[in-house]
């Protein structure tokens, strides 16, 4: 588990920053980059910005300074997760005692069966992925059973 | 007919939007582009593939890194939750006479729209905005620090993040009285989400503490 706050834009501190966020990354399947869909959503908050704007394409950066991690990491992160077992698998560590064997098989599965879903994956013909996810929803409720 | 418009309506119960984690009636006739087709699916495979999670925790509506919270639920798969204290009731309007408790919704219903672009779930404390102050130490006075903590602590043990985060550092450089008390907040939590001792009768309800994880 970690701790953060964005690296003040102004006024005098000694913060670090230990991170830095790529939120002008375009994204070809949106069509626009994240802090464009994200000024999209704020410009709904008319009481306050009268409608905001839309950034031009390009990078755009957000800093963060790391303030507690209850695991190691280097000083400078690429990611708010590294160190941290983001894998379907990693959710195996939250069960305490008992066995978990089969907790680990069936997240394996499920994990097989979301890379295939996604390795089929087709913008123009999605319904490549629906095999591959109707099996993953059988070892996603077989695990839950326990069997 | 009858039967097409049965089939719709289940269609409509059922529309998911890409960072829903639960099965839920649809509430809007139509979501918004980044949530519909091929590229709700595409996202939706990125969040079947990982565990990561995040909170933001700000003061008032528009205090939030947007472009963050989108960047972590739609590029990366990451479950979203945004925390913010009050609904910014005590702020200025610049587009009608609406103030204090009708602004209140205006800007709770603002930030409701803004959350579909970000793709984030929700929640707030029980704490009013009541105007300008200029240091944590006013707001503390206002609301005492174990009733917003203890809002807080709540929420993050309900949505039991991986990764904590606020755009305020708690301190001078955050301005507004608020801001910093939301920054003090993501901090202490870090810490008190963990400990079953601290308000107790949130694990006795049934919710459990964090632990190291």
């Keep these: 588990m970690k701790d953060y706050a964005r690296a003040p834009f102004f006024g005098r501190t000694q913060l670090s920053t230990d991170l830095e966020i790529p939120e002008g990354t375009y994204d070809p399947i949106l069509g626009a980059s994240y802090v464009q869909v994200a000024r999209e959503g704020l410009g709904y908050q008319k009481s306050q910005n009268g409608g905001g704007n839309i950034p031009k394409a390009g990078m755009v950066m957000s800093g963060y300074h790391r303030f507690g991690s209850t695991v190691d990491v280097p000083a400078k992160e690429k990611d708010f997760f590294e160190g941290i077992d983001t894998s379907l698998a990693g959710i195996a560590s939250l069960a305490k005692g008992g066995d978990a064997g089969f907790l680990s098989e069936g997240l394996r599965k499920m994990n097989a069966a979301v890379e295939e879903a996604t390795a089929k994956f087709s913008a123009i013909e999605p319904s490549r992925s629906a095999p591959a996810l109707a099996n993953g929803m059988k070892e996603t409720i077989r695990a839950d059973r326990g069997c | ?213």
Excluded at chain 2, 109 to 136: I, N, P
């Design chain 2, 1 to 213: 007919m009858r039967l097409f418009i049965s089939v719709l309506l289940v269609a409509c119960a059922f529309a998911q939007t890409p960072y829903d984690t639960t099965i839920k009636p649809s509430t809007t006739s139509r979501d918004i582009p980044v949530n519909r087709g091929s590229a709700a699916l595409w996202q939706s495979l990125k969040k079947l593939h990982t565990r990561a999670s995040l909170i933001m925790i700000t003061a008032h509506p528009d205090d939030e890194d947007g472009g963050m919270l989108t960047y972590e639920s739609r590029g990366k798969g990451t479950r979203v939750a945004l925390l913010t204290l009050n609904r910014g009731e005590g702020g200025a309007n610049v587009m009608s006479p609406d103030y204090f408790d009708a602004l209140g919704l205006v800007r709770t219903q603002e930030l409701l729209e803004a959350g579909r672009y970000y793709g984030v779930d929700q929640y707030w404390t029980r704490v009013v905005d009541y105007g300008f102050s200029k240091t944590m130490e006013e707001s503390i006075k206002s609301w005492t620090r174990d009733r917003v903590l203890y809002d807080v602590v709540r929420v993050v043990r309900v949505v039991r993040p991986l990764v904590i985060t606020s755009v305020f550092i708690g301190g001078p450089s955050d301005g507004h009285g608020n801001h910093q008390t939301a920054g003090a907040m993501a901090q202490a939590v870090f810490k008190a989400a963990g400990d079953p001792n601290v308000f107790p009768d949130q694990i006795r309800a049934g919710l459990e503490s964090l632990g190291r994880r």
